[in-house]
T-cell receptor, first 114, second 110 residues
Framework: SAVISQKPSRDICQRGTSLTIQCQVD?????MFWYRQQPGQSLTLIAT?????????ESGFVIDKFPISRPNLTFSTLTVSNMSPEDSSIYLC???????????FGPGTRLLVL | GQQLNQSPQSMFIQEGEDVSMNCTSS?????WLWYKQDPGEGPVLLIA?????ELTSNGRLTAQFGITRKDSFLNISASIPSDVGIYFC??????????FGSGTKLNVKP
């Protein structure tokens, strides 16, 4: 398994500002992912964070809005840029561990944009 | 694209009762995963299934990977108040892409 931590755990931000969320895994992993979970909803994949190359974004998500860094095999950041109230959500980091078949999640970052 | 249908959407049960929830897909999966999410927390992996027909238990939880590879169920026996939460299924396809169900919200009355 993998133990994943995220910082910050929650934040309240003003519209138009940006927030960077950090994700740390306790072991080296090949794949890391970023998800968004809106209140009462399921998980939506934002992007796959690739080590040493640009992230791969899902339909509806763009790099200008959600820039991602992956400087090494244990760490990634997601920035939510130029925030609006619609960005209020839980942002979750995850990684594959024990092979490509099992995904583990961090505790999430609860973002409220006013 | 692939869709995962999870049911029921919510359940209200009495403590001690057994619970069953399931997920079905329009396409086959190679892996089925079941998660529980408590309020204010990230999803926690409960059971992972890797082979069609596989039946796996984790304490009071039992899950099965359907023979057709298009469905999975999760059973909870003798429910207790701490079972309250939202349960998600997830499937992994041939392209190593994961899809998540919409969740089953479980409420347990003491």
């Amino acid at each position: 398994s993998a133990v994943i931590s995220q910082k910050p755990s929650r934040d309240i931000c003003q519209r138009g500002t940006s927030l960077t969320i950090q994700c740390q895994v306790d072991s080296q992993v090949t794949m890391m992912f970023w998800y968004r979970q809106q209140p009462g909803q399921s998980l939506t994949l934002i992007a796959t964070a690739n080590q040493g190359s640009e992230a791969t974004y899902e339909s509806g998500f763009v790099i200008d809005k959600f820039p991602i860094s992956r400087p090494n095999l244990t760490f990634s950041t997601l920035t939510v840029s130029n925030m609006s109230p619609e960005d209020s959500s839980i942002y979750l980091c995850s990684s594959l561990a024990g092979g490509p078949e099992t995904q583990y999640f961090g505790p999430g970052t609860r973002l409220l944009v006013l | 694209g692939q869709q995962l249908n999870q049911s029921p959407q919510s359940m209200f049960i009495q403590e001690g009762e057994d619970v069953s929830m399931n997920c079905t897909s329009s396409s086959i999966f190679n892996t089925w995963l079941w998660y529980k999410q408590d309020p204010g927390e990230g999803p926690v992996l409960l059971i992972a299934l890797y082979k069609a027909g596989e039946l796996t238990s984790n304490g009071r939880l039992t899950a099965q990977f359907g023979i057709t590879r298009k469905d999975s169920f999760l059973n909870i026996s003798a429910s207790i108040p701490s079972d309250v939460g939202i349960y998600f299924c997830a499937g992994r396809n041939n392209f190593n892409k994961f899809y998540f169900g919409s969740g089953t919200k479980l409420n347990v009355k003491p």
